[in-house]
């Protein structure tokens, strides 16, 4: 069972806790204004920001000193997950945010997350909903919204339906027990901690739109090789726990579909263009990437090519025909 958040000595102005809103910003600098401002208008005002620039080298430092109301750390560039951990290690909340440097909160998230788990004292962490904007920050066609409200570990399996970190909040107390974000992950590090959590003890999915996630050139589920690999090795690490149980190894089996699907299509493509332009060096890593994760995949890769290759000799055939 977890703990009373007022047993954490972390509570503020009577009985309304402190929310940890902690951004990590890596060469985000254009977009860390915007994302500081949405967290500064949030309707619950109980709160620290912690910015943990991993090694950026834009003017990061810059755009923080607008601001004097937050905590600003900088490390050697380690990643997303070292850098998450270190926000985590630095704050004092008793609930806890993480918000990439290049989306946004929507005002009544804070409020929102406290309420949710306050109301459901036995969650290690409340999950709500996002919309996605352009690079501008305009918005695209919002989503259709759907609650997970059974077994969300068996959910989890399935697929990540919470999408967007920063709709999650979390109790703090909860990291002692599960850990912290592991770090030999490049990406899929948030979906790792869902699952080891979502495992243990009860979570909540709620009905709100609480996040924008900022679609743009540079965001990292366009690496379709990174995220494959990432998303299935997060997946089968929770082997071990649905084997036997008849509904989780379903769940699993679908998981593992549902990514093959998400990254390994747009993978094949992408690979398949590479090779028609005889770029082998840059294609070597996603197909072998295909061979390990989608091997379907890879044999549609490998039909392909050797379409391609019937095709061309059937022209260069054609034309010495013509010449004789």
Known sequence: MLLDDTSLGRVHNGMRPLV????????????????????????????????????STDNALEV?????????????????SAARNTGLRESNGAYVVFLDADDRLLPIA???????????????????????????????????IHC????????????????????????????????????????????????RIAARVPVYCHDKLIAEYRQHGANM??????????????LQSQRKYVKGHKEYEKAYQTGIKFWQGLFGVP?????????????????????LAL???????????VFQACHRVLFRVSRATIRRSRHL
């Open 20 to 55: 940890s809103v902690i951004i990590t910003s890596y060469n985000q600098a254009r977009f860390l204004g915007d994302d500081i401002e949405s967290v500064l208008t949030q309707t619950y005002s109980q709160f620290e920001i912690i910015v943990v620039d991993d090694g």
């Open 291 to 301: 061979l390990r994760c989608n091997p379907r995949g890879f044999s549609t890769l």
């Open 221 to 234: 589920s366009r690496n379709h090789q990174l995220m494959l690999e990432s998303a299935l090795s997060v």
């Open 148 to 195: 997970v409200d059974r077994d969300h570990y068996q959910a989890l399996l399935c697929k990540n339906y919470i999408g967007m970190h920063a709709t999650v909040m979390y109790r703090r107390e909860i990291f002692e027990s599960i850990g912290e974000f592991n770090t030999s992950l490049r990406a899929c590090e948030d979906y790792d901690l869902y699952l």
């Open 267 to 287: 993978l094949v493509t992408e690979v398949g263009r590479r090779l028609a332009h005889g770029e082998w060096r840059q294609a070597l890593g996603g197909m």
């Open 110 to 144: 804070l409020e929102t997350g406290v309420n949710c788990l306050r109301a459901h004292p036995k969650c290690g962490f409340v999950s709500g909903h996002y919309s996605v904007i352009k690079s501008d920050g305009s918005p695209k066609p919002i989503q259709q």
């Open 64 to 80: 923080v000193a607008r601001y004097p109301r937050l905590r600003y750390i900088r490390q050697d560039n380690q990643g997303l």
